[in-house]
């Protein structure tokens, strides 16, 4: 069903604005989510025209893999009409007021019923700011919904996401924010549910009688590229564990809902997170190791410190693995295995849920011949997306031998292109008010407790950087995380 919507983006000129926004928002439109009651307004400091303006959302669309037939088609022209530049400065009230107006004409010219969509692509520092100003200066409509889109990182510890929050909150209710994390767009990270709670067979078996551990990795091939400036200052730990793993194992962690809906779900969730142990400093120590890379094997890749933007003597992370513990009720005791890290031997993100020994194997034929392969069910992230399940069968020898398969589905290429993108799915989402796939702020206020104690401890200590070799799938340190509980990294390379 289209949507009515004025669209105001902060940070209009931004990078993340040019990549995701823009070719979600045509995406929408291609499907028919958008028509022709809605418009777009771009903001940032530089002196853009509409029709420069217009120019820039063609290109995007171009460089978001679109053919050129399609995006110089009258669709797209048709499309990037909708969209209206204005120079802002978000600390200048005048410049609010100038807003409001160009706001309430399209309201008018686009019959959008008071309905606004506030995209705050910007820093973090600016979101106060504008939250207040979009208040004071009567933005917000008293008809239609207001909405409004923050990305994270939300604060850099518990006490700056507070402020941050408290700041936002002045303006617009809890209702109102949608906290953006687009892992929770992820198409294979939604289907956890289904998953879980989809199927008897393993809805069964997910409890702590059954499953040894779990194991979470989202591993990056790349380097930190152009973002060594926000690296420097955030860390593998502020960057992906505080939010997209502490997502995950939440999802992986939760009790079953009593339905599917936003409300039951975050309930569930918030309940996951304040499961998790919150460590002492010793045990932080203990439970979670970090890392930085160096050359690769052959000398060809700078390490980290040698990278354009970085400190020569830097102490920021780019790799952290840990152990968490839950006291969820159907998974006290079962350990949680987390890492992620850049520079590693290739981009993939899975998810391995480990199930327990057999006690006994009735196949041995020797006493040397003891254990069966253990059970493990792979969730399959990105780049491939599936499943793989293995399991123990009849070797076909002349002996009763057993040996292990592998039980595979992977969606094919043509599956993969008709499932939306994760900005477009959010999107989507906050058009029609689902917040099921947004963050809530008891989430990130949770998983900040978790992720402070480990931070404050670190940036007492000094680390012997580097310690892994790019290309390698990280220190010494965390193979030895498990190896001291008796197991191993499940790892599955890309197919």
Excluded: C
């Excluded at 048709?78 to 200048?92: C, E, G």
């Amino acid at each position: 069903m289209a949507q009515s919507a004025l669209f105001i983006i902060f940070g209009g000129t931004g990078d993340l604005a040019y990549r995701k926004l823009y070719p979600s928002l045509f995406r929408l439109y291609e499907k028919g989510y958008l028509k022709d009651d809605f418009a777009v307004i771009g903001t940032a400091r530089r002196p853009w025209t509409d029709e420069h303006y217009h120019e820039v959302v063609m290109n995007a669309i171009a460089d978001d893999g679109h053919e050129s037939d399609r995006t110089n088609s009258e669709l797209a022209h048709k499309f990037a009409s909708h969209f209206y530049y204005q120079s802002h400065n978000v600390n200048d009230t005048e410049h609010y007021v100038a807003l409001r107006n160009l706001a309430d004409k399209l309201d008018a010219k686009y019959n959008l019923k008071g309905n606004r969509i506030y995209y705050l692509a910007m820093a973090p520092r600016f979101f106060g700011t504008i939250a207040g100003h979009l208040k004071s200066e009567k933005l917000i409509t008293d008809h239609g919904y207001n909405r409004l889109i923050i990305e994270k990182p939300f604060g850099r510890d518990l006490q700056t996401a507070k402020d941050l929050n408290d700041a936002i909150s002045a303006a617009f209710s809890e209702e109102q924010i949608y906290r953006i994390d687009h892992y929770l767009g992820k198409e294979a990270i939604q289907s956890i549910a289904a998953l879980r709670f989809g199927n008897e067979v393993i809805g069964s078996l997910w409890n702590k009688a059954h499953i040894d551990n779990i194991q979470i990795t989202l591993a990056e091939s790349l380097g930190v590229e152009e973002r060594a400036g926000y690296y420097e200052t955030a860390g593998a730990l502020r960057d992906m564990v505080q939010n997209h793993i502490l997502q995950i194992v939440s999802l992986l962690t939760m009790e079953e809902p009593k339905a599917y809906t936003a409300s039951e779900l975050r309930d569930r969730k918030v309940e996951a997170l304040r499961n998790i142990k919150i460590y002492s400093p010793e045990e932080a120590l203990q439970n979670f190791v970090r890392g930085q890379y160096g050359e690769d094997a052959d000398h060809e890749q700078l390490d980290y410190r040698h990278e354009e933007g970085t400190d020569e003597n830097s102490q920021i992370e780019t790799f952290v693995a840990g152990k968490l513990e839950t006291e969820s009720p159907s998974l006290a005791g079962v350990p949680i295995y987390v890492r992620t890290g850049k520079r590693l031997a290739q981009k993939s993100t899975q998810i391995s849920i480990v199930f327990k020994d057999l006690k006994q194997n009735i196949f041995a034929n020797s006493e040397s011949d003891t254990k069966l392969a253990q059970n493990v069910l792979t969730l399959f992230i990105e780049p491939d997306q599936g499943y793989r399940f293995d399991i123990n069968v009849k070797s076909g020898e002349q002996s009763y031998g057993v040996m292990p398969i592998h039980l595979d589905y992977h969606k094919s290429a043509a599956k993969k292109a008709k499932v939306p993108e994760a900005y477009e799915k959010l999107i989507h989402d906050a058009l029609d008010g689902n917040r099921t796939n947004f963050a809530h702020w008891h989430e990130v206020a949770q998983a900040w407790r978790i992720v402070d104690v480990v931070r404050k401890t670190w940036d007492k200590q000094d680390a012997d950087f580097p310690n892994y070799v790019s290309g390698t799938m990280g220190p010494e340190a965390a193979e030895e995380l498990l190896r001291r509980d008796h197991r191993t990294w499940v790892y599955n390379p890309k197919r």
